[in-house]
């Protein structure tokens, strides 16, 4: 509080200077300049660690990779993941010269991850990534990633709730309580855990929720559902976001996603029910009352179409299905009624 008695808001990070945050946290301005704050902060703590690394060895180029444009704007949990990945690269290869990086070596660590095709698709993307800067800046002359495939991951991928998953979780979980509100506000936003928790009253205005997505930077407006404005009029709410912890305080969105796991084996839903499968389960829903796929990207904020296109693809096949069959039907009954007239 300043000695006005307003309320000031700062992002402190130790050995940093203090940076201001304008506006209402989780509002867009607040969010915008957090988000900024971060990414500058990561580039002088690793720009600081450089200086320990051999010039021309890997471990100077994910330092400098780590201080670049391209890594401070992707979103932060691409950040945490792609940091994660290029760590463990640097430890084991820190010491050798970046320049002597060759396509058999890089196909090599691929083929050894290839037993969990995500992971080998995530490393590979990582590494790509790294090239690119190594070559911007000089370290290299080619990019030997070039050419080289991804594995093919052959999974359905995360698991989408289905209606009888969805109908177990409200019957366990009445409206008013937390896990209702937190299904609600997935189920009818669509949205990725990192949005659902900075959500909060200041989000909604004029019966429509504002969001700006913190992994595409898109800013969309979802008109509330009946449901969800059912599940917002009758849970108490006194704090910024709509979803808080035991103690209060906002939810980090791993830590959201273990919270709502543990909330799922309560209402005794599939080890394989996840919060990302709630949004899947949301297009899906969208996909079978008809909307198209623009439609349906308006509130999930996609990107790209072709997730998108999987949902109306099914839907649109079960729904012609359906009429086939009784088309089909239908005719058989009438043939029957041809033979037997006199």
């Known amino acids: ?10 992002f402190r990070r130790s050995g940093f200077k203090q940076v201001p945050l304008p506006g ?37 180029a994910v330092s400098g990779y780590y201080g670049s444009l391209d890594f401070a704007n992707l979103a932060e949990g691409t950040r945490r993941e792609r940091r994660r990945i290029l760590e463990h690269f640097r430890a084991e ?20 991850k290839s037993s969990t095709p995500g ?20 370290l290299r002359t080619d990019d030997p990633t070039i050419g ?53 009253r200041q989000h909604v205005r004029d019966g429509v929720m504002q969001i700006r997505q913190s992994k595409t930077g898109n800013v969309l407006q979802i008109p509330i559902h009946p449901e969800l404005q059912r599940s917002l009029d009758v849970t108490p709410s006194d704090h910024l976001t709509f979803l ?9 969105p791993d830590a959201f996603a273990m919270w709502f796991r543990r909330e799922c084996v309560k209402a005794g839903l599939p080890k394989c029910a996840s919060v ?10 969208l996909a079978e009352a008809g909307c198209s796929e623009k439609e349906i990207s308006a509130i999930s904020g996609h990107l790209s179409l072709k997730e998108v296109a999987r949902y109306t693809r099914a839907a649109d096949q079960a729904r012609m299905a359906r009429s086939a069959m009784s088309a089909m039907a239908g005719g058989r009954n009438r043939n029957r009624n041809w033979q037997t007239s006199p």
Not at 120 to 137: D, G, S
Not at 244 to 252: A, C, S
């Open 1 to 10: 509080m300043d000695r006005h008695g307003r309320p000031r808001h700062y």
């Open 24 to 60: 209402l946290p989780g509002s867009a301005e607040f969010m915008a300049a957090y988000q900024a704050a971060l990414a500058l902060g990561e580039r002088q703590r690793h720009e600081i660690g450089a200086g320990r690394s051999k010039p021309g060895t890997v471990a100077a």
């Open 93 to 112: 290869h820190g010491d050798k010269c970046i320049a002597l990086l060759k396509r058999e070596h890089i196909e090599k660590m691929v083929a050894v």
């Open 119 to 138: 992971a080998a698709a995530n490393f590979l993307v990582a590494i790509q990534a790294l090239l690119r800067y190594a070559k911007a800046v000089g």
């Open 148 to 200: 080289i495939r991804r594995p093919k991951i052959r999974s359905a991928g995360i698991y989408t709730w289905t209606e009888e998953d969805i109908a177990a979780f409200e019957r366990c979980h009445p409206i008013g309580t937390r896990a209702r509100l937190a299904l609600s506000l997935l189920l009818y936003t669509a949205q990725r855990r990192s949005d659902i928790v900075i959500l909060g």
């Open 244 to 252: 808080v912890n035991h103690y209060g305080k906002p939810f980090t």
């Open 276 to 285: 990302h499968g709630l949004r899947k389960a949301a297009c899906r829903r």
